[in-house]
């Protein structure tokens, strides 16, 4: 076998967003494009001769040729063993799962996570560093600047390797482990969980409903909920990893798990429901005809975690993106713990959870972990709720209402204006920041702004600093409305608006969120001039 280096140019558009490099699949397909991002990741990080990588994906269209160039690249370029999910699958966190169970040096995840896949669809990869999580972004900075200066890449003239049964082989010189994807991960999820107790709370008939969405978390779904805990047959749907999701979209939300949605709010609704994405790290909760919105999952999570073997001795703190809601900077303050706000990434909360200053984390965009691993992780926050109703014995729709009543509502809403033109969506923000000024201690209705800026971070650990991660407008009461450009789509852009409330009186907390915050939505709409700006009437997902 021989190690070819080959010529190439540099593309320009390498730069990795909110989470890896996301392209649609025709961009990856094209001459070097993969090979040239995957040089551009080993000239990077410096790996020692014979490290070990992990590497893997959500399944869809584009991972099994990907897995084969990337395994012949890592073996030309000096890697001594990569571990790969059989069939080329890991989900995110068990891929996080891996790398740190197994002290590999990083690992590689192909996987544009929500985003819908097939030949026509996305493709993305990422790297992730050492501690299981996602390259920070002095690693993303660096390889997309050596992207831009590619003169050339490593590759082994070589075979393609069977991914479809466990074992090692030899690729020059460079060993090849295809291991199980669900094992380690499983075997985590037992070791913080009471089993037990969801076993018996399942067994009492309390029924569930998984939607893996024809993406990755089937397995894992399978396997942890209906063979270990027992749930009947069934309990998890479109279990099937498909490459293109079953021509779906796989972001579990109220509008794209639909399917889902219709079985929870309709007849004979199961007592819970939940879905996960692509690549396995969101979630969405659901009660029996009931919604439970991200930001209050994380804060009702930590409110109840000491009933969770895994964390029955407390927690160090909670770390939430910016736009997520202040739900679970209440639960903090009650506990006497810190609360970190970050900028949207998953990214952010690895140096605070490597610190030990954190052990919950969350975002609204549906993401929900701890430090268990270095990502967010869907089926380890299904397993948390489940043990949380297995411990307290109440519907889900119960146990959110007695959180607002002791702490109170974070009313929230989140509007994606999805596939915007880009020049339209930055006049958008460009207007924004230049209207700062102007805005400040307006009276606009019935609120009365207090502040507003540009949000920025600085790391309390490496004391790194990222500005521009989102323009806040707070109000007197507390109300906000945040606006951001999403870092994560291939087509156009995508604006979100975050909205938020705080509605302390539980006579009210039955209150609709759209309603609730339709003031506020105006008042977003008016000083963002969004609709003449943009042409568009309405947002594409309202969450
Ligand atoms: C990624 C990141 C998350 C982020 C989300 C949304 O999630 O890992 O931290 O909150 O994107 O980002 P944006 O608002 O920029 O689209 P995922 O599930 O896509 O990997």
């Given amino acids: 076998m021989t190690i070819r280096t080959i010529p190439t140019q540099p593309f320009t558009d390498q730069k990795p967003g909110t989470s890896g490099l996301r392209k649609r699949v025709p961009v990856f397909q094209q ?58 699958i890991l989900s995110t966190p068990a891929a996080s799962c891996v790398i740190r169970k197994h002290k590999t040096y990083g690992g590689i995840i192909l996987s544009a996570s929500h985003n819908p896949g097939g030949p026509e669809g996305d493709f993305g990869i990422k790297y992730n560093v050492t501690n299981g999580g996602p390259a920070p972004e002095k690693v993303t900075e660096a390889i997309f600047a050596r992207s831009k200066q590619i003169s050339e890449y490593r590759i082994l003239e070589a075979a393609d390797i069977s991914l479809d049964s466990l074992g090692v082989s030899d690729l020059g010189g460079m060993q090849v482990e295809v291991i199980d994807p669900v094992t380690d991960y499983a075997d985590l999820m037992a070791s913080l969980f009471d089993f037990a107790a969801i076993r018996d709370l399942l067994a009492g008939g309390f029924r569930i409903k998984f939607d893996a969405m024809h993406a990755v978390t089937g397995p894992y779904a399978r396997e942890i909920l209906e063979r270990q805990l027992n749930a009947p047959a069934g309990s998890v749907m479109n279990a099937e990893p498909l490459p ?78 910016m736009p997520t809601s202040a739900a679970a900077d209440r639960v903090a303050q009650a506990l006497g713990i810190p609360c970190y706000e970050t900028p949207t990434g998953w990214k952010f909360f690895g140096n605070l959870m490597d610190a030990g200053k954190v052990t919950l984390c969350g975002e609204e965009s549906f993401g929900t972990g701890s430090d268990h691993v270095r990502e967010k992780d869907g089926l380890w926050a299904v397993l948390f709720w489940l043990n ?96 951001r450009l999403s870092g994560t789509g291939t087509e156009g852009a995508t604006l979100r608006i975050y909205l938020e409330a705080f509605e302390p009186d539980v006579a009210k907390h039955p209150l609709d969120a759209q309603a609730a915050l339709s003031e506020l939505i105006g008042i977003a709409l008016q000083i963002s001039e969004l609709r003449t700006r943009t042409g568009r009437e309405q947002p594409t997902v309202i969450t």
């Fill in 31 to 88: 001459a070097h494009y993969l090979e040239n991002f995957v040089q551009s990741i080993f000239d990077s990080i410096s790996a020692p001769a014979n490290a070990t990588l992990v590497l893997g994906g959500d399944g869809r269209y584009y991972n099994r040729e990907a897995i084969q160039v990337i395994l012949k690249m890592a073996a030309a370029n000096g890697f001594g063993r990569v571990l790969v999910g059989k069939g080329g």
């Fill in 388 to 483: 949380i109703l297995a411990a307290r014995k109440q519907s889900v729709e119960a146990i959110v209402y007695e959180h607002w009543a002791k702490y109170g509502r974070n009313v929230y809403s989140r509007h994606d204006y999805e596939g915007l033109p880009t020049d339209a969506a930055n006049g958008v923000m460009k207007h924004l920041h230049g209207s700062f000024a102007n805005l400040q201690g307006q009276t606009l209705g019935n609120y009365k702004v207090l502040f507003c800026d540009d949000f920025s971070y600085i790391d309390p650990v490496d004391g790194s600093i990222s500005t521009g991660q989102g323009v806040r407008i707070g109000f007197t009461d507390g109300s906000r409305i945040v606006f």
């Fill in 244 to 321: 293109d999701f079953g021509n779906g979209h796989p972001d579990p939300n109220l509008t794209y798990a639909h399917e889902l949605v219709d079985i929870v709010y309709g007849e004979n609704a199961p007592d819970f429901g939940a879905a996960s994405d692509g690549d396995g790290d969101r979630n969405m909760i659901l009660g029996k005809g009931f919604f439970v919105t991200p930001s209050d999952s994380l804060a009702i999570l930590a409110a109840n975690a000491t009933l969770v073997p895994g964390y029955k001795n407390g927690l160090a703190g909670i770390a939430r993106s």
